[in-house]
């Protein structure tokens, strides 16, 4: 922290703690004790059960997480790897060549992922390529979302690696294939996982391209959170909810220890 006098930094937490609490974490506290309850009609919740988290962890939801586990892990790969593909070219071109694919890779962001989701139910709604009504169009529209964040975070990366040791490799007589996989991508290992936990994050609670895409076989878990909302089962929804952000938070715990041993090396 940058504030070194004691009551500055009393200050700084008061502020943290204003702003936090209200903002972030009240309403995650709110839907935790809403997953306990049977009844809310006053100021604190009644009637505490478990019963919802029974029903959230087995079934069509236990199902449901699967796909959105599924989903998430193939979206991150998929954007991991044109990401950074992009990135390294993009390196290669130059400043101009740089600019051009960052630009065709943010348009998905640009746009509200409805719009994107739109826009994969007609491109792939009708031959040679066909993928409407299963699982692979939601796959596919994910990668799409999640791919431009991790090219900026590789991209960045890529401008910020010291060339020497490149140059040291290439001098003793390594392949440049030997030197991307044995020098840059081992480099660049922190901010591949930072990109990896970010894209997973982002795809684990995408919903509105989802809803325009999925089949009836492949509903991940924010469309049953949403589905049991709607129908004004809010507890079981929330019991949904807490289930999702646990699955999400422990696998970006595991990609956090990834990163940090990668800084390490």
């Not at 478990?50 to 959105?68: D, I, M, V, W």
């Not at 490799?169 to 030997?178: D, E, H, I, K, Q």
């Not at 991307?180 to 996982?193: D, G, K, N």
């Amino acid at each position: 922290m940058l504030v070194h006098s004691r009551k500055g930094k009393w200050a700084v937490w008061a502020v943290f703690l204003v702003l936090f609490l209200p903002l972030f974490a009240l309403p995650l506290l709110v839907v935790l004790a809403a997953s306990f309850a049977t009844n809310w009609s006053g100021a604190l919740p009644s009637g505490l059960t478990t019963g919802h988290y029974a029903a959230a962890t087995r079934g069509e939801s236990l199902h449901a997480l699967t796909t959105s586990l599924v989903t998430a892990v193939t979206a991150s790969v998929l954007a991991l790897f044109v990401g950074t593909w992009a990135a390294l070219a993009g390196h290669a071109l130059g400043r101009r060549g740089r600019r051009v694919l960052d630009t065709l890779f943010m348009l998905p962001v640009a746009v509200p992922s409805v719009v994107v989701g739109l826009a994969v139910l007609v491109a792939f709604s009708q031959p040679p390529v066909l993928l409407n009504g299963t699982r692979w169009i939601v796959l596919l529209a994910h990668a799409v979302l999640v791919t431009a964040f991790a090219h900026r975070s590789v991209s960045a990366a890529v401008v910020r690696l010291d060339p020497a040791y490149e140059q040291a490799a290439a001098s003793l007589g390594a392949r440049p294939s030997t030197v991307l996989w044995r020098v840059r991508l081992p480099l660049l290992l922190p901010s591949l996982t930072a990109a990896a936990g970010l894209c997973f994050a982002l795809s684990m609670g995408e919903l509105s391209a989802t809803m325009m895409l999925y089949p009836p076989d492949w509903t991940p878990l924010p469309v049953r959170i949403y589905a049991a909302t709607d129908r004004g089962a809010l507890f079981t929804g929330s019991a949904l909810a807490v289930v999702l952000m646990t699955a999400t938070v422990l696998v970006l715990s595991a990609v956090s220890r990834i990163r940090t041993r990668a800084s390490y090396r």
